[in-house]
């Protein structure tokens, strides 16, 4: 038997193949699972993290559903961001915050697209929370993906409004407190007591079956964006690990623990079976 | 369309339709209001999109994502308003949008907003400043195109007089020549074809083999486009009687247009006085100011405000000649009405003053 090698997948013009140099001689690429709206599969996120799970999710959704070529993908500012340009899909890159209102001209602009945002907990609910209620009741046929990670994650472990009463963040050494803190914000529950909302679902990536189901939800979000039924909306309950000062193999539990105890899964809402 | 009577409001709207807008969003402000009503009554009947917007930050927000998919798209507020978009104003230069934004401003404070820009970071705003309605329906096509020629946000500064004053006019689309096709708009049809389009202030290329944006380079070429942009564009300005003046005054908008009345005057009484009238408020008209007060012993500057614009006409002149303010706070706090300070008489009496000073002949 031959030594073990390595292999390595690489972009050369726009095509993944195998890095020639770690090939060994006749070896092909015989599938490829990357979903095509992924350009660049690598990222530099920490280990652990839920968020590229999370985003996969979306774009492999979006293949599903057959809409790729009227995808626009509008990105807040996090970690995530970094996703914003080694996408294959049309992005465009928004102010902390502002992601749903760059996403209402978008649509307004081109209505036969289909549009998301990608934000995160402190993005969505902490800078740019009165955007999102308010895309929401003007039923705008937008689909906004909210990464719920309780923590600013991309600053290193601070406090939003979506941290749950007990955890430690930077700025909450000794753990949330309701009376010096105040009380985390469930966003997906007041979202779906609007009008002009078609679907409300609050997920997780911390294990396969979780993936799955945020996978459903996901499929029937953007169905309700593209039967034109209103606004909708899939809160992902995602890992960090290092913005929770915890292990790596820990953060899965962690989040059913802590983050799913006061954020629970579940669809919030849905017209469709109302 | 052939002429008729308009309010400047509902005129600048018209004229924003025939340049093509399609998009607008807003929040209600005294005097911006009405350029809002309209926009919402006439937008939907030509095929575009008018969005109350829950605040300024929200409707530059929009109009921003209007302008990703290569649509005309504006927005505009009072002074104010102007301040809560300031973050978005920033960043949509450094996303190379092309978006046009109309301050009808509370007399003419907001000129250092205007033409610094009260946001971060490294860029420039084009400011175009009508002293009338009738101006500004042709300066507000102009920002639509400055705005497709360059990428870049470019600003109208309107005032409650040019919203409120009725004036007939004749408003037609006006060519102001060709601009490079919007190939970069988002319209979702590039998504998954190895090459998706990526509108961002954070840069506007993939690294094919990496991850992350190479903002190094492209600070780099953002700089050499606005470079280039304040060296294009067209200064704008109007010079009156300036060949032989002794006493050269300076005025913007609405006083400008109030000044080159009592400056005519003035030199119909003999005096030897003349106007300069920057229209373009950035990139400013440097060399006509220097050139207007070549033979001038004095450069007075009369703005609505404590001053700002005079800063502008030392910077042109370089210490040549003497500068002095003129102008002054409307005594109206509201900065809505007609201040006092918008008085003929007034302007005249200030005009004379400094012409009495240097010992003008009359």
Known sequence: ???????????????????????????????????????????????????????????????????????IGVFGIGCYTAFSNNLDCEVAQALHGRAPSVATGIKRAKPDTVVFTIQGDG?????????VIHAAARGERITCVMLNNGVFGETGGHITATTVLGQRTKNTLDGRDGREHGYPIRLSNMLADLDGVAFVGRCAVNNAGNVARTRKMLQRAFEAQVNDEGFSFVEILTMCPTGWFIDTQDAPDYLTDNLAATHTLGVVKDVATA | MSAELLEGSPAIAEAMIAAGCR???????????????????????VGGSCVNAESELEAVGMAWGAATTGMRA?????????????????????????LVIVNMARAQGDYFQATRGGGHGDYRTPVLAPMDVAEATVLVQRAFHLADEWRNPVLLFGDYYIAHTYSSVDIQRIDFGPVAPKDWGLDG????????????????????????????????????????MVDGIERLVEVVDCDDADLVVVAFGTAGKYVRYAVAQLRAEGH????????????FPDQAVRDAAAGARLVAVYENNQ????????LALEGAVPTRFIGGLSLDTSGFGIAPDFDVDVLRRRIQGVLDDIGGAA
């Open chain 2, 307 to 314: 001053g700002q614009m005079v800063d502008d006409v030392r």
């Open chain 2, 74 to 98: 504006a927005t505009g507020s009072t002074g104010q308003g102007l301040s809560l978009m300031q973050e978005s104003i920033a960043e949509a230069a450094m996303a190379q949008l092309p």
């Open chain 1, 123 to 131: 993005d969505m609910v902490n800078e740019g929370l009165q955007e």
């Open chain 1, 1 to 71: 038997m031959s030594e073990p090698v390595e292999l390595r997948i690489q972009t050369v013009e726009g095509q993944r193949v195998l890095a020639t140099d770690t090939a060994p001689a006749g070896a092909r690429l015989v599938d490829d699972f990357t979903p095509s709206l992924i350009d660049v599969g690598a990222h530099h996120l920490c280990p652990g993290c839920g968020e590229p799970i999370a985003m996969r999710s979306v774009l492999e959704t979006i293949e599903e559903l057959g809409v790729i070529r009227r995808a």
């Open chain 2, 23 to 45: 998009f607008f969003a807003g929040y209600p402000m005294t005097p911006f209001t009405e350029l809002l009503e309209h926009m919402a009554k006439r937008l939907p009947e």
């Open chain 2, 189 to 228: 049809s590039s998504s998954g074809s190895g090459n998706a389009r990526l509108v961002s202030p954070l840069g506007d290329t993939k690294q094919r083999d990496d991850v992350g944006y190479d903002l190094a380079d492209f600070y780099r070429r953002a700089a050499e486009m606005t470079s280039a």
């Open chain 2, 272 to 283: 030897r006085v003349g106007i300069v009238r920057p229209i373009s408020l950035f990139p």
